[in-house]
């Protein structure tokens, strides 16, 4: 079965860093379109950042654009979001996704991608 896990979220200060990373089990295929996308409490899931399969090309909203990168290691099928500077509007369920039927795509959108993980929580305290 395909599964994706996050880890690294937690408590951290205004301006703090935080890296998240999502372990993609056996099962998924390596090199496939990767994002992130965050929800806060009663809104929408939003995209937050997406790389393609072999980490060539990135795309981050406009929000974390120069605090975020996002980044991957495929012989250990884990995506990572490297999250400086952080801002209290950051708080948010953090989420990873995968499109498996794409290695070259960035999608921004949630419907872009058929596995999902299960979140891990981000809160940043002003």
């Known amino acids: 079965q395909v599964q994706l896990v996050e880890s690294g979220g937690g408590l951290v200060q205004a301006g703090g860093s935080l890296r998240l990373s999502c372990a993609a089990s056996?099962?998924?295929?390596?090199?496939?379109?990767m994002g992130w996308f965050r929800q806060a409490p009663g809104k929408e899931r939003e995209f937050v950042a997406a790389?393609?399969?072999?980490?060539?090309?990135?795309y981050y909203a406009d929000s974390v654009k120069g605090r975020f990168t996002i980044s991957r290691d495929n012989a250990k099928k884990t995506l990572y979001l490297q999250m400086n500077s952080l801002k209290p509007e950051d708080t948010a369920v953090y989420y990873c996704?995968?499109?498996?039927?794409?290695?070259?795509?960035?999608?921004?959108?949630?419907?872009?991608?058929?596995?999902w993980g299960q979140g891990t929580q981000v809160t940043v305290s002003s």
């Open positions: 056996e099962r998924t295929r390596s090199s496939v379109s």
């Open positions: 790389i393609s399969g072999r980490g060539s090309n990135t």
């Open positions: 996704a995968a499109d498996q039927r794409s290695t070259w795509a960035i999608g921004t959108t949630t419907g872009e991608y058929d596995v």
